[in-house]
């Protein structure tokens, strides 16, 4: 998983002695001298994380790393300042300026390579997310903008697992200052919990000693409803192993002890706002693929969708040999319907066709708007009398009950007709078949409208 790594430091035998460390674990290793050459790798070649010394000429670590983190194209950058204060208002201060993490010269090379390893298994977890927002605005699903982390890291919910009473109460105290906190003391409990409430972080003691710790934190990653959940551990002083052990089975973050609460509050308003990007990243990508698939209209799904999954049915009947059967509907005197009473009331009518037919086919079945008043169903495991019973209940039920078009409640009776198709070896694509289907479609039409035919090949 080794990925490209931004080394900071206005020292060049500092810069040597982490590109060699670095290149021995196969990372890519890009180096900066100072703070505006470091902004301008950033940007010219995007690393997964950077190494940022604090103590620079000019501008300093803690400028270089707000700078990153206030612009939107490198806010989700991890950023681990490096240096050899020691003290915690400096790892405080750190924090608070968007570092991710803060690391203590000389460097342990197994903290080191843990810390890059976790920060650049999230950077490209966030990659992925940002990719497919862009896709799904090239797709057609609006602009992917890039977020910044902007949240404060307040009001969040939190989980407090400890098994001493007065070590749980102490860090619930602290936290409900700025917090909704839960606290728990033993691992059943904090399984339990976790899996329902929906905390946007939990902390653990890894020093608990009724119940294994590092176990817990395996389980809450393994755990659909907590996977994405960050998580926040309390290790002895200077115990890297364990440190190193919980950030490669996913733990987000680590404090040392003697817990400093300052250090404390900053590393989870860090964990919190990281879980609200990527909640927001998330939701923008969900929010842009409802909007890529749907018709705005009468929600059915598109056109685009419909041609991208009727490929994948198409294709999947053919591998399993099952049946597979497509249905076009065309609505009668739609033109005329338009002219005589207006586009607000075309717009009514495909609105109550398209409720219409998702009412009376299967939950397996996909229903789309194909363009205009052309609609398509597409019918899985139906050969062509499944394929007969669902049309003709679809025709039956279009203009068996009169369309309300308007406001002063004016009706219209509608009729439609339909053409139909099944999966045949002569199809090479699912567009032959959905071609049959259209042909059929037309034949219907010219056999007086409000009626199915289905295409028999020869």
Avoid: W
């Avoid at 009724?210 to 755990?223: N, T, V």
């Avoid at 685009?304 to 049946?323: C, E």
């Avoid at 068996?400 to 009729?415: A, M, Y």
């Amino acid at each position: 998983m080794p990925g490209r790594v931004l080394v900071v430091d206005d020292l060049l035998p500092n810069l040597k002695l982490f590109e060699a460390k670095l290149a021995a674990e196969y990372y890519d290793v890009d180096l900066a001298q100072n703070g505006e050459m470091a902004l301008a790798r950033a940007h010219a070649h995007p690393p997964d994380i950077v190494l940022l010394d604090i103590m620079m000429p000019g501008m300093d670590g803690y400028e270089v790393c707000r700078r990153l983190k206030s612009d939107p194209e490198t806010a989700h950058i991890p950023v681990v300042m490096v240096t050899a204060l020691s003290d915690s208002v400096e790892r405080v201060r750190a924090l608070e300026a968007g570092a991710d993490d803060f690391l203590t010269k000389p460097i342990n090379d197994l903290a080191l390579f843990a810390r890059v390893r976790s920060l650049t298994r999230l950077k490209m977890m966030l990659d992925e997310l940002r990719l497919r927002e862009q896709t799904i605005s090239d797709f057609g699903g609006g602009a992917a903008a890039p977020l910044p982390l902007d949240e404060s890291g307040d009001n969040a919910r939190v989980l407090v697992v400890d098994d001493s009473e007065i070590e749980r109460d102490f860090l619930a105290d602290r936290l409900k200052r700025t917090h909704s906190v839960s606290a728990v003391g033993t691992a059943t409990e904090a399984l339990d919990l976790a899996r329902t409430a929906g905390f946007d972080l939990i902390v653990i003691n890894l020093l608990i000693e009724s119940f294994d710790p590092l176990r817990l934190c395996s389980q809450l990653r393994a755990i659909d409803e907590t996977r994405q959940t960050p998580i926040l551990v309390i290790v002895g002083h200077d115990d890297v192993e364990r440190m190193a052990k919980a950030l490669d089975l996913g733990v987000n973050d680590y404090l040392m002890m003697p817990l400093d609460v300052n250090e404390l509050g900053a590393r989870v308003r860090t964990q919190v706002r990281r879980k609200r990007y990527q909640d927001r990243l998330r939701q923008n990508y969900q929010r842009s693929i409802a909007l890529a698939a749907t018709d705005g209209l009468t929600g059915l799904y598109n056109r685009r969708y419909l041609s991208a999954h009727l490929h994948r049915m198409f294709m999947r009947a053919g591998n399993d040999g099952r049946p597979l059967a497509v249905l076009m509907l065309d609505i009668d005197r739609f033109k005329q319907l338009n002219d005589t009473y207006g586009h607000d009331a075309g717009d009514r009518v495909l609105q109550a066709i398209a409720d219409r037919m998702s009412r009376h086919v299967r939950g397996v079945d996909l229903v789309a708007r194909y363009g205009g008043e052309e609609f398509v169903m597409v019918l899985p495991d139906s050969d062509h009398r499944s394929a007969h019973e669902v049309a003709e209940r679809v025709r039956a039920v279009i203009s068996g009950q009169p369309i309300v078009i308007d406001d002063e409640g004016t009706k219209v009776t509608v009729t439609a007709s339909l053409g139909g198709a099944q999966r045949i070896p002569a199809d090479q694509d699912a567009d032959d078949m959905l071609r049959r289907a259209d042909q059929a479609l037309y034949r219907a039409k010219a056999a007086g409208r409000d009626c199915f035919i289905f295409d028999r090949p020869t």
